[in-house]
């Protein structure tokens, strides 16, 4: 079992920057996959970032360029720096851990955390 809670989320005016940080415990964090998620209002929940435990990274086309997700397997800990954020990032951000053993996913989320971007 893997607790996730994700942090940093707010309200910033278009160009600016925030810093999402998704802390883990209950299991072995290196063993997982991590990644960002986020729904919009009337939209559908899609993949921002992604990252191995060998820190292979993955980025929806959108936010490539923009923002860079890293983890700290020591502090069981990942990040998702977000930089020249626009109006159309706003949506919750949903932490995501999962890994495949034994032919079963193990797959956990985050409760969220709010990202708003202003015009």
């Known amino acids: 079992q893997v607790q996730l809670v994700e942090s940093g989320g707010g309200l910033v005016q278009a160009g600016g920057s925030l810093r999402l940080s998704c802390a883990a415990s209950g299991s072995i964090f290196s063993d997982y996959v991590m990644g960002w998620y986020r729904q919009a209002p009337g939209k559908q929940r899609e993949l921002v970032a992604s990252i191995t435990s060998g820190g292979s990274t993955n980025y929806a086309d959108s936010v490539q360029g923009r923002f860079t997700l890293s983890r700290d397997n020591a502090k069981n800990t990942a990040y998702l720096q977000m930089n020249s954020l626009k109006p159309e990032d706003t949506a919750v951000y949903h932490c995501?851990?999962?890994?495949?053993?034994?032919?079963?996913?193990?797959?956990?989320w985050g409760q969220g955390t709010q990202v708003t971007v202003s015009s």
């Open positions: 995501n851990a999962f890994r495949f053993s034994w032919g079963r996913k193990y797959d956990y």
